[in-house]
């Protein structure tokens, strides 16, 4: 027993010295992993005597983010109530291209955009526009919003920042710098109103989460907590009135369409674990399947859990860039949508397809929770009755291509008219 003290002295000894070594030749290089962890049995000092430094961590999800010296991370894995350890990964905007707000000026009149248009959004606001009485969120994970855009105002419950593991409501830290986030927003939920456009279901509430930084790009990690902030919503608790109930509630501040035009080509088990946990609540998750024009969707759209979204365009044909094997397409080339500074922008990508199917699962959760204080469950991929969010999208959606589902247009364009009927 003495022995196997002093043995493990010795290796803790000789790892502190060959990282000092290393640092006093060079500057190690700093990495950021995302830990998986036991709660019960995992001590923060384990990331502290590797050198590193703990950045955050989740409230819901058992996960650690840290950064640390690289040469630290094997050890690391070793650490008592450590679960996993992921290299953190990068995702990114999937509009194209990311274009410029033009200079103020006065508001344009009200136009609807192509797109909304298309997939017969303005048909299904006789039976409902997105209101709820506050029931029906749609959380937009992206670069946060122009919260005082004149055509978005009133439907911004919320906002929150994530970035770089700093959870933050300062509207300053969530404000729109690159616009993404603003046009994704307004595509959902622009208000009906004589000025700009209109989005999909513009009487929804918009949690606006910002985990991209003002130049598009971010890491996995803040998705992770976005997606958390999500769940928790304004109130910060998950199950305010305890009935296990989170999505539909009306006690409860949770969202129950979460929104990410984004993503990345890397699989890192921690954010599938997250959305699992979030679908299991009974959210339902739209991602875009991305601008690779690769054979099939990148992550978080390539989780079973997620709807994948393709883009069209004004002929119904699918661009070249929209990765194949979508569950569903929607308008996503020259989508004129709200922009920071309060102005308007057209731009395209299949982040701009992912707000129209986000909009209309909007509207099948308001139409059905209005009719029957309900909410629908999520549904999974294969789905084809009308019993499920999945499975109305795609028993309602327009069938192009080849007959039933294909590589193109996934079960077809999305149709908001026929969707919102079937649900109510």
């Known amino acids: 027993m003495r022995f196997d003290r002093v043995l493990v ?68 894995k070793k650490a008592k109530g450590v ?15 990311p274009g410029k ?34 029931v029906i969120e749609v959380a937009v994970l992206d670069t946060g919003i122009d919260y005082d855009h004149p055509d978005l105002a009133q439907n911004i419950a919320w906002g929150v920042s994530t970035l770089r593991g ?33 989005g999909v279901a513009p009487n929804v509430e918009i949690y606006a989460i910002k985990v991209l930084g003002n130049g598009g790009t971010g890491f996995y990690s ?23 109930i989170v999505v539909g509630d009306p006690d409860d501040d949770t969202a129950e369409v979460i929104s990410m035009s984004l993503g990345g080509s890397s699989d890192v088990q921690a954010l599938h674990d997250v959305i699992i946990q979030a679908y299991d609540y009974g959210v339902v998750i739209v991602a875009a399947s991305g601008n690779e024009g690769s054979s099939s969707p990148i992550y978080p759209a390539a989780y079973p859990e997620v709807i994948a979204v393709g883009a069209m365009d004004s002929n119904d044909q699918v661009p070249w860039w929209s990765n194949r094997n979508p569950e569903i397409a929607a308008p996503g080339v020259d989508i004129l949508s709200t922009y920071p500074d309060d102005t308007y922008e057209t731009l395209s990508g299949t982040s701009m397809a992912t707000p129209h199917v986000s909009g209309v699962v909007a509207l099948i959760q308001a139409a059905h929770y209005n009719e029957y204080g309900t909410v629908i469950s999520v549904g999974t991929f294969n789905d084809t009755e009308p019993n499920t969010v999945r499975g109305i999208l795609h028993s309602t959606a327009d069938d192009k291509g080849s007959s039933g589902y294909d590589i193109f247009y996934g079960y077809g364009i999305v149709r908001a008219d026929s969707a919102v009927q079937v649900a109510s």
């Open 101 to 134: 707000g033009k200079p103020k000026r006065p508001q344009p009149p009200q136009e609807i955009p192509w797109g909304i248009e298309r997939i017969n959004a303005t048909n299904a606001w006789s039976i409902t526009t997105g209101s709820s009485g506050g």
């Open 222 to 244: 803040d998705i992770i907590l976005g997606i958390e902030q999500a769940l928790l919503g304004p109130d910060g608790i998950l199950d305010a009135d305890n009935d296990t």
């Open 9 to 76: 002295t010795i290796m803790i000894f000789l790892l502190v010295v060959s990282l000092a070594g290393i640092s006093n030749a060079a500057p190690l290089e700093k990495v950021r992993v995302i830990i998986t962890i036991d709660r019960g049995n995992f001590n923060e000092n384990s990331v502290r005597t590797l050198g590193g430094k703990v950045l955050a961590k989740g409230r819901l999800f058992p996960i650690v983010i840290a950064e640390l010296p690289a040469p630290a991370v094997e050890h690391l």
């Open 166 to 198: 700093k959870v933050s409501t300062n509207p300053r830290d969530y404000k729109d710098k690159n616009g993404h986030g603003t046009h994704v927003a307004g595509s959902i939920a622009a208000l009906n109103n004589d000025i700009g456009v209109v």
């Open 83 to 97: 679960v996993r350890v992921e290299y953190d990964a990068e995702a990114q905007i999937l509009g194209k291209p």
